[in-house]
C-alpha cells in the first residue's frame, strides 16, 4: 500500500504517527515497521530566515515527532531543550523573544543552512536531516523553491505569518494571505510522483488555509491531487465548531469560510465537482453535518477524531481509510 499525506505541522505529524501505528499493526514488516509506503508532503509556507538560519517549522515538526524527539506538551521543538544561545543572543539586545530556537533544534537550523548555502536543495536536506531521526517515512517539502506565507491584517500591516500566529496569536484580524514566492515555484522533486502513484491520499487535519492549501497552491499539485486514481480522503480539522489546534479559526474568517466541518468540506471540495476530496471523516461533535454533505453526494463519517494519544490516533486513521471501501 501506498499512502501520501499532504501535512501542515503539529496536526499532521501526530495524525501521520498514528497512521504509522495502524500500519505497523495491520501491515508489519516483522522488523517492527510496515510493508506500506508512507509519503507526506509538507507545507514549507511557514518557513522563514532567522539569526541567519532557515527554519522550517512544518518539516522539522514531522521530523521530530515521527523520529521520537518532539516535546509532546509543546507539539514542537525538541524534547529536552534548553536555550542558551537564544538568552544570550537577548543579552547583546538580538533575537526575537516571541520566536525562541531552542539548542537542540538550532542544530538543526544550522545544519540545514550550511547544507543550503552550499547549493544543495530543500528536498535533498530534508532526506539528509531524516537519515538520522528515521521517520518512517518518505518526507517531502512541497518545493525546493522559498515560499514564504505573510499576512496582510486589517488595519494595514504586513507581517510574516509566524509573527501573526506567534507574537499576535492570529489576534489582528488578517484581510488575506500573501504566499511569496509561491506563484513562481514548482512542486517539489518526488511530490507530483507520490500523488499519482499512491493508492490512498490522506488530508489530515491540518490548517486548510495555511498548511494544506499552500501545499494545494504550488502549481501542479492541485490538478495532480484532482486527476490522481487513487481515492481521497480529508479528516476535519474542526471540532464543534473550533478548531482541533490552534487559531485556524482566525485564518478560515479571512478566507469567509465557516468554522465547522461542512464548511471546511465545502472549501476543499468534492472531486466530481471539481475540488480535491472524494471522502470526509468528521468528529461526533459534527455528526449534524453528515445528513447534509450526504445529500450534496459526498462519502461522509462521524467519529470520534480528537487525537488524544497514539492509539486514539491509529483508531482515527482506520475510520478515514476505511471510508474509502464506502466510495461509489
Do not use: K
Not at 46 to 64: F, I, N, Q
Not at 89 to 112: K, N, P, Q, S
Not at 226 to 232: F, K, L, M, Y
Amino acid at each position: 500500500m501506498r499512502i501520501t499525506v499532504l501535512s501542515g505541522g503539529v496536526g499532521g505529524a501526530r495524525f501521520t504517527r498514528g497512521l504509522l501505528a495502524l500500519l505497523r499493526e495491520r501491515l508489519p514488516d516483522g522488523a517492527g515497521g510496515t510493508t506500506a509506503q508512507v509519503t507526506v508532503v509538507a507545507n514549507t509556507g511557514d518557513d522563514l530566515w532567522l539569526h541567519g538560519v532557515r527554519v522550517c517549522p512544518d518539516l522539522d515538526t514531522l521530523m521530530y515527532t515521527l523520529g521520537g524527539a518532539v516535546h509532546e506538551q509543546q507539539g514542537w521543538g525538541r524534547r529536552d531543550e534548553s536555550r542558551r544561545v537564544s538568552d544570550d543572543l537577548a543579552a547583546y539586545g538580538l533575537g526575537w523573544e516571541w520566536f525562541t530556537l531552542g539548542d537542540l533544534d538550532l542544530a538543526t537550523h544550522l545544519a540545514r543552512t550550511e547544507l543550503l548555502l552550499s547549493g544543495v536543495p530543500l528536498s535533498a536536506v530534508t532526506a539528509r536531516l531524516a537519515e538520522r531521526w528515521q521517520p518512517g517515512v518518505t518526507l517531502l517539502p512541497m518545493s525546493d523553491d522559498e515560499v514564504e506565507t505573510h499576512v496582510e491584517t486589517v488595519d494595514g500591516r504586513m507581517m510574516h505569518f509566524e509573527e501573526w500566529w506567534v507574537l499576535h496569536r492570529a489576534g489582528v484580524p488578517a484581510r488575506r494571505f500573501v504566499q511569496v514566492g509561491l506563484d513562481g515555484s514548482t512542486a517539489g522533486p518526488g511530490v507530483l510522483d507520490a500523488l499519482a502513484g499512491a493508492d490512498v491520499v490522506v488530508v489530515p487535519p491540518s490548517n486548510p488555509v495555511v498548511s494544506v492549501g499552500t501545499i494545494l497552491a504550488v502549481p501542479g499539485v492541485r490538478d495532480a491531487l484532482r486527476a490522481t486514481a487513487a481515492p481521497v480522503v480529508g479528516v476535519s480539522p474542526v471540532i464543534g465548531g473550533a478548531p482541533v489546534r490552534g487559531m485556524a479559526d482566525a485564518c478560515l474568517a479571512a478566507i469567509d469560510v465557516a468554522t465547522a466541518a461542512h464548511a471546511v468540506a465545502r472549501h476543499y471540495g468534492r472531486r466530481a465537482d471539481g475540488g480535491v476530496l472524494d471522502a470526509w471523516l468528521v468528529d461526533d461533535a459534527d455528526a449534524d453535518a453528515v445528513a447534509p454533505l450526504r445529500a450534496e453526494g459526498w462519502t461522509v463519517e462521524a467519529a470520534p477524531t480528537l487525537m488524544t494519544d497514539v492509539p486514539a490516533t491509529a483508531a482515527i486513521a482506520a475510520r478515514a481509510l476505511a471510508l474509502v471501501d464506502r466510495l461509489p
